[in-house]
């Protein structure tokens, strides 16, 4: 079948029942087309796949229910026609009705309807079709909110007025009422002459253009990367997609599996949040599978897997225009979308080949925003509270990401209610929208709770209502306390009146007792785990984090442009003025438009972008989210700043283009060198070209790629291991690509559901046999877990701090504490290797000058003909009493060279490229530095003079020695000589002699399951 079929189909899949279902929804609120079909694509991505998952539940009852493509089109069928059945009941069709005489028909209608209210609903469903102004709406309907605000005030006063007084007041009022919407009609009839003659000027629709273009180019630029994207170079995507071969294989989602973790008995929980898996899962079937092959190919599924991050990249950018535009109109919105476009951490975040659930995560974040701003600015349309709702579901339904929204929705509704109250303005719309919103929330929720995904079991909750749907209660609930209990209070004549001054007491009095709970009795339990459960993902807070690359700590005074940022977040002077500048602006005009216009987006954006920040200043993990906080926050500079220079005036028209065109720069200058990288890759994407030019972007998108040697150490695996045999002892980072690449079972993995395991693994490989871990040992370990196999390759050295630190903690010579305690004596939030225990398995390194003076050359005796530089023997961060001579043809060669005693002898020590650390300075002078290697000198392929004990660990002996006893190299086949030698060998696979531990037990296939696909599980 022809690729483009496929494509057509799965954008019909996703385009028709969304558009339906959102046309339904939204036609009836005077938001644009464009901005219903794009949420109409968001919902196509939502429902379908939600429909499925939840089919799954009723398998039990009937294998037709088990995951296949004809279901899922079968969904897509009923869900069209049931968003064609509602939008024909929702009356959405009737502007699309075409008329003979559509001018005339217009007057007519004008005529007869006498009800200028009516009038005026119609008009702006005309102007919402044809995508023009849609910011002068709101300005009116904002005006006639205010009006029947200030009408409702007045009337309130009159309680104790005569029916006389009432009814010239009323009649008054209606004149007013009359007169401001028949203006506004004649503002909006002007506003849709100018756009529905024959020769249209520009206008809105332009910009509409222009945000499909942005969206279809962020699309286009994320998709660069597919070539490599089979092979991207990562490890959690592949853990991810893993989930997506179970729906193929058994037809849902394992809740439990055996492909690693032996230790859990009965598996370690694998379902990852539906929606994503089961849209890859589709896009599979539709791509050409081959159910009748014997194993999923990985190939194909990572290829159609990897159209999900780019397409999120673009509705990214939809909704962080949709967030600005209902707030400061069209300008300010596609600034922020091409910032968003061309931010480097989002691209590179949201690329073909990190299909993970992270990019829907960060979409589905910004989408509940934006939705939720739609709903706060019009608490009476209820729709929007429901699209927030979904929106809200979306973050825990695609992804873990349910404690973010549901912070910050719970911080809005108080600090948005007690703002209410201090002002004295009306809260029954308030709490009936944000009563929807969680109502919406709460069924979804219901649905999935028993889906049992991971880290649900993690989610807390009061009485038994998990926190996604009990904290903004719980909010709501401490609001209406603040409100109604002084108003009871006086009704019952406790008090004598209710006052500004009498609220701040009682808030006094509410915070005080909120404490007391949360702190003091079972109710703070939840609130407890929330705190510790946030700070265990945003801190070092085990071992394990502080090892981990994208746990690795920022930092208020963080370079956020090299951290992905861009020009627009560079540090100056090593100094992040500009993301500071920033920060403090945004929240100095975001409070301002509280004070001064009551601002309910500025309260929102406030409680929003804080948390995202502060996760972003304190780990890397999070630069990805602030990055998109901050783009928002630029761009509500930016529009604040807009809405204070449009009071009038000629200074001000000046300072409102100024203020454009500074708009304009901000994007050129992060824009331009990141556009120059994308070109200059895609015009030659040789990965020599790319690196030589130190094109950062290129050498993501085309050059991050799992090597070859890994390749053929996996593809061994799955031609002589598999799903069916013992388990393969690795790093834990390599677990996911046993399982992906291998299609074997791990003993770790990078879920690390067990941290003592990765510790008790790191011990085992950094740990000496003088240390009680010797073969013996080893060997029974191995039959313990169901290993036969132990792999070892070249990237330990890189990441053997990672493995010192954690086998040191495994045998209590060291310890997170002590790692936090150093950190602070150098001012980082820790500080790793600094322990003896780590020192004492450090590998040495040698240091050679590089700028060279008598005293750095070695001085041998007279008759020696011999060159050598002098090079100094480092552990730890310390010099050693050790140097070594470095004889000149290592300089010549760069061969593998045996260094010289200071009598010109030849020692065991070694010297090698391969092992080449870079240069440094120390004390003003420059050294490049190499990790030592040291050759048996004793009995047994003992060595006895090494500065440490890595040169006796496990992974020295196996990895640069070729030897373990009691172990039998099985991969490479053509292992021919010692590594610290020739370093040919980047992966080595030993087998256990005398294993007797048994095969992991696996997932059976249901009897109605007709493919022969077999995966570990």
């Given at each position: 079948?022809?690729?483009?079929?496929?494509?057509?189909?799965?954008?019909?899949?996703?385009?028709?029942?969304?558009?339906?279902?959102?046309?339904?929804?939204?036609?009836?609120?005077?938001?644009?087309?464009?901005?219903?079909?794009?949420?109409?694509?968001?919902?196509g991505m939502i429902f379908p796949p939600t429909m499925i998952w939840l089919e799954s539940y009723l398998i039990p009852l009937s294998p037709i229910f088990a995951f296949s493509t004809g279901l899922y089109n079968v969904n897509v069928v009923i869900l069209t026609i049931v968003g064609i059945l509602l939008s024909v009941q929702q009356g959405a069709f009737s502007s699309f009705l075409p008329s003979a005489f559509p001018e005339n028909m217009s007057l007519i209608k004008k005529g007869m309807e006498k009800d200028y209210k009516k009038r005026i609903a119609s008009l702006r469903e005309r102007i919402s079709e044809l995508g023009t102004d849609i910011k002068v709406i709101k300005d009116h309907q904002k005006e006639e909110q205010a009006l029947m605000e200030r009408h409702r005030d007045e009337l309130a006063l009159l309680e104790n007025a005569g029916p006389e007084e009432k009814r010239k007041i009323m009649a008054a009022h209606a004149d007013q009422e009359r007169q401001l919407f028949e203006r506004h009609e004649a503002e909006e009839q002007q506003l849709v002459a100018s756009?529905?003659?024959?020769?249209?000027?520009?206008?809105?629709?332009?910009?509409?253009?222009?945000?499909?273009?942005?969206?279809?180019?962020?699309?286009?630029?994320?998709?660069?990367?597919?070539?490599?994207?089979?092979?991207?170079?990562?490890?959690?995507?592949?853990?991810?997609?893993?989930?997506?071969?179970?729906?193929?294989?058994?037809?849902?989602?394992?809740?439990?599996?055996?492909?690693?973790?032996?230790?859990?008995?009965?598996?370690?929980?694998?379902?990852?949040?539906?929606?994503?898996?089961?849209?890859?899962?589709?896009?599979?079937?539709?791509?050409?599978?081959?159910?009748?092959?014997?194993?999923?190919?990985?190939?194909?599924?990572?290829?159609?897997?990897?159209?999900?991050?780019?397409?999120?990249?673009?509705?990214?950018?939809?909704?962080?225009?949709?967030?600005?535009?209902?707030?400061?109109?069209?300008?300010?919105?596609?600034?922020?979308?091409?910032?968003?476009?061309?931010?480097?951490?989002?691209?590179?975040?949201?690329?073909?080949?990190?299909?993970?659930?992270?990019?829907?995560?960060?979409?589905?974040?910004?989408?509940?925003?934006?939705?939720?701003?739609?709903?706060?600015?019009?608490?009476?349309?209820?729709?929007?509270?429901?699209?927030?709702?979904?929106?809200?579901?979306?973050?825990?339904?695609?992804?873990?990401?349910?404690?973010?929204?549901?912070?910050?929705?719970?911080?809005?509704?108080?600090?948005?209610?007690?703002?209410?109250?201090?002002?004295?303005?009306?809260?029954?719309?308030?709490?009936?929208?944000?009563?929807?919103?969680?109502?919406?929330?709460?069924?979804?929720?219901?649905?999935?709770?028993?889906?049992?995904?991971?880290?649900?079991?993690?989610?807390?909750?009061?009485?038994?209502?998990?926190?996604?749907?009990?904290?903004?209660?719980?909010?709501?609930?401490?609001?209406?306390?603040?409100?109604?209990?002084?108003?009871?209070?006086?009704?019952?004549?406790?008090?004598?009146?209710?006052?500004?001054?009498?609220?701040?007491?009682?808030?006094?009095?509410?915070?005080?007792?909120?404490?007391?709970?949360?702190?003091?009795?079972?109710?703070?339990?939840?609130?407890?785990?929330?705190?510790?459960?946030?700070?265990?993902?945003?801190?070092?807070?085990?071992?394990?984090?502080?090892?981990?690359?994208?746990?690795?700590?920022?930092?208020?005074?963080?370079?956020?442009?090299?951290?992905?940022?861009?020009?627009?977040?560079?540090?100056?002077?090593?100094?992040?003025?500009?993301?500071?500048?920033?920060?403090?602006?945004?929240?100095?005009?975001?409070?301002?438009?509280?004070?001064?216009?009551?601002?309910?987006?500025?309260?929102?954006?406030?409680?929003?972008?804080?948390?995202?920040?502060?996760?972003?200043?304190?780990?890397?993990?999070?630069?990805?989210?602030?990055?998109?906080?901050?783009?928002?926050?630029?761009?509500?500079?930016?529009?604040?700043?807009?809405?204070?220079?449009?009071?009038?005036?000629?200074?001000?028209?000046?300072?409102?283009?100024?203020?454009?065109?500074?708009?304009?720069?901000?994007?050129?200058?992060?824009?331009?060198?990141?556009?120059?990288?994308?070109?200059?890759?895609?015009?030659?994407?040789?990965?020599?070209?790319?690196?030589?030019?130190?094109?950062?972007?290129?050498?993501?998108?085309?050059?991050?790629?799992?090597?070859?040697?890994?390749?053929?150490?996996?593809?061994?695996?799955?031609?002589?291991?598999?799903?069916?045999?013992?388990?393969?002892?690795?790093?834990?980072?390599?677990?996911?690509?046993?399982?992906?690449?291998?299609?074997?079972?791990?003993?770790?993995?990078?879920?690390?559901?067990?941290?003592?395991?990765?510790?008790?693994?790191?011990?085992?490989?950094?740990?000496?046999?003088?240390?009680?871990?010797?073969?013996?040992?080893?060997?029974?370990?191995?039959?313990?877990?169901?290993?036969?196999?132990?792999?070892?390759?070249?990237?330990?050295?890189?990441?053997?701090?990672?493995?010192?630190?954690?086998?040191?903690?495994?045998?209590?010579?060291?310890?997170?504490?002590?790692?936090?305690?150093?950190?602070?004596?150098?001012?980082?939030?820790?500080?790793?290797?600094?322990?003896?225990?780590?020192?004492?398995?450090?590998?040495?390194?040698?240091?050679?000058?590089?700028?060279?003076?008598?005293?750095?050359?070695?001085?041998?005796?007279?008759?020696?003909?011999?060159?050598?530089?002098?090079?100094?023997?480092?552990?730890?961060?310390?010099?050693?009493?050790?140097?070594?001579?470095?004889?000149?043809?290592?300089?010549?060669?760069?061969?593998?060279?045996?260094?010289?005693?200071?009598?010109?002898?030849?020692?065991?020590?070694?010297?090698?490229?391969?092992?080449?650390?870079?240069?440094?300075?120390?004390?003003?002078?420059?050294?490049?530095?190499?990790?030592?290697?040291?050759?048996?000198?004793?009995?047994?392929?003992?060595?006895?003079?090494?500065?440490?004990?890595?040169?006796?660990?496990?992974?020295?002996?196996?990895?640069?020695?070729?030897?373990?006893?009691?172990?039998?190299?099985?991969?490479?086949?053509?292992?021919?000589?010692?590594?610290?030698?020739?370093?040919?060998?980047?992966?080595?696979?030993?087998?256990?002699?005398?294993?007797?531990?048994?095969?992991?037990?696996?997932?059976?296939?249901?009897?109605?399951?007709?493919?022969?696909?077999?995966?570990?599980?």
């Open positions: 079948m022809p690729l483009i079929v496929p494509i057509l189909i799965g954008l019909i899949s996703i385009i028709l029942p969304g558009f339906f279902l959102a046309l339904a929804l939204l036609k009836k609120t005077n938001l644009p087309l464009f901005e219903i079909v794009a949420i109409g694509f968001i919902f756009t529905s003659g024959e020769a249209p000027k520009p206008g809105i629709n332009v910009v509409w253009l222009a945000l499909l273009v942005i969206m279809v180019l962020t699309f286009a630029t994320r998709m660069l990367s597919i070539g490599i994207a089979p092979r991207y170079f990562e490890f959690d995507p592949y853990f991810d997609m893993i989930s997506t071969q179970y729906i193929l294989t058994y037809g849902f989602q394992l809740l439990t599996e055996h492909a690693a973790w032996p230790t859990l008995l009965n598996g370690t929980i694998h379902r990852i949040q539906p929606l994503v898996p089961y849209l890859e899962a589709y896009w599979y079937n539709l791509a050409g599978s081959n159910p009748a092959a014997s194993t999923v190919n990985t190939t194909l599924l990572s290829n159609v897997s990897s159209w999900y991050p780019p397409l999120t990249a673009a509705l990214l950018v939809f909704v962080v225009f949709m967030f600005l535009y209902h707030e400061y109109g069209e300008f300010v919105a596609l600034i922020g979308a091409g910032l968003a476009a061309v931010m480097p951490v989002l691209l590179t975040t949201f690329i073909a080949g990190e299909q993970l659930l992270e990019p829907w995560g960060i979409f589905a974040l910004i989408f509940f925003y934006s939705s939720y701003l739609l709903a706060v600015n019009n608490p009476k349309e209820l729709r929007f509270a429901v699209l927030a709702g979904i929106a809200f579901s979306s973050n825990f339904l695609g992804a873990h990401y349910y404690t973010v929204p549901a912070g910050i929705l719970s911080m809005y509704i108080v600090l948005q209610g007690l703002i209410h109250v201090f002002r004295d303005e009306k809260t029954k719309d308030f709490f009936r929208m944000n009563l929807v919103l969680i109502g919406i929330t709460a069924l979804f929720y219901v649905l999935y709770g028993p889906y049992n995904a991971t880290l649900a079991l993690r989610t807390p909750n009061i009485l038994g209502v998990p926190i996604i749907v009990s904290f903004p209660l719980a909010a709501l609930l401490f609001v209406a306390l603040f409100e109604y209990v002084p108003k009871l209070a006086k009704k019952r004549n406790m008090i004598n009146a209710v006052n500004r001054t009498l609220y701040i007491e009682w808030l006094v009095a509410l915070v005080i007792l909120s404490i007391m709970a949360i702190l003091f009795t079972p109710l703070g339990r939840p609130f407890q785990s929330y705190l510790a459960l946030s700070v265990k993902f945003t801190t070092p807070s085990s071992p394990l984090f502080m090892t981990v690359q994208e746990y690795a700590p920022t930092g208020v005074n963080y370079n956020f442009g090299a951290g992905g940022f861009g020009i627009i977040g560079e540090s100056i002077g090593g100094i992040s003025i500009i993301v500071w500048a920033v920060m403090i602006a945004f929240s100095v005009l975001e409070i301002l438009a509280i004070y001064q216009r009551n601002s309910k987006s500025s309260i929102l954006a406030i409680a929003g972008i804080w948390p995202l920040a502060i996760a972003g200043m304190i780990e890397a993990k999070y630069l990805p989210h602030f990055g998109i906080a901050y783009i928002i926050a630029i761009g509500i500079i930016l529009g604040e700043l807009g809405l204070y220079f449009s009071k009038g005036g000629v200074s001000n028209s000046k300072a409102k283009r100024y203020l454009a065109i500074a708009g304009v720069a901000i994007l050129a200058i992060e824009a331009l060198p990141v556009l120059f990288q994308l070109v200059t890759a895609a015009s030659n994407p040789s990965c020599a070209a790319i690196s030589q030019a130190g094109n950062q972007l290129g050498a993501v998108l085309y050059c991050n790629v799992v090597p070859n040697y890994w390749i053929s150490a996996t593809n061994w695996m799955k031609a002589n291991v598999g799903p069916y045999a013992p388990r393969i002892l690795a790093w834990w980072d390599y677990g996911d690509w046993i399982n992906w690449f291998g299609n074997s079972n791990a003993v770790i993995r990078g879920d690390n559901s067990v941290p003592t395991q990765d510790y008790k693994t790191a011990a085992y490989y950094v740990m000496t046999p003088n240390e009680g871990f010797n073969a013996t040992k080893l060997g029974a370990y191995m039959n313990s877990i169901q290993a036969k196999y132990m792999l070892l390759d070249n990237q330990l050295v890189p990441k053997w701090g990672a493995l010192d630190f954690l086998a040191c903690t495994y045998v209590n010579q060291t310890s997170e504490q002590y790692a936090l305690q150093q950190g602070r004596l150098y001012g980082l939030p820790f500080v790793l290797g600094t322990s003896g225990c780590e020192i004492r398995h450090d590998p040495a390194y040698i240091f050679i000058p590089i700028s060279q003076s008598i005293n750095s050359y070695c001085q041998f005796s007279s008759n020696s003909t011999a060159i050598a530089l002098k090079g100094i023997v480092i552990l730890g961060q310390s010099p050693t009493n050790i140097t070594y001579c470095v004889p000149q043809q290592f300089f010549k060669t760069g061969n593998a060279t045996f260094l010289l005693s200071a009598n010109g002898t030849r020692t065991n020590a070694i010297i090698t490229t391969a092992l080449y650390q870079g240069s440094t300075t120390v004390q003003g002078q420059q050294f490049v530095s190499f990790m030592l290697l040291y050759a048996p000198n004793g009995r047994n392929d003992t060595i006895t003079d090494a500065p440490s004990l890595f040169y006796n660990s496990t992974y020295y002996r196996g990895y640069f020695l070729g030897h373990l006893s009691g172990f039998s190299l099985a991969y490479p086949s053509n292992f021919t000589g010692i590594n610290y030698v020739n370093s040919t060998h980047d992966v080595l696979i030993y087998q256990y002699n005398n294993y007797t531990g048994g095969i992991p037990p696996h997932t059976q296939k249901p009897s109605w399951a007709t493919n022969n696909y077999s995966v570990p599980g």
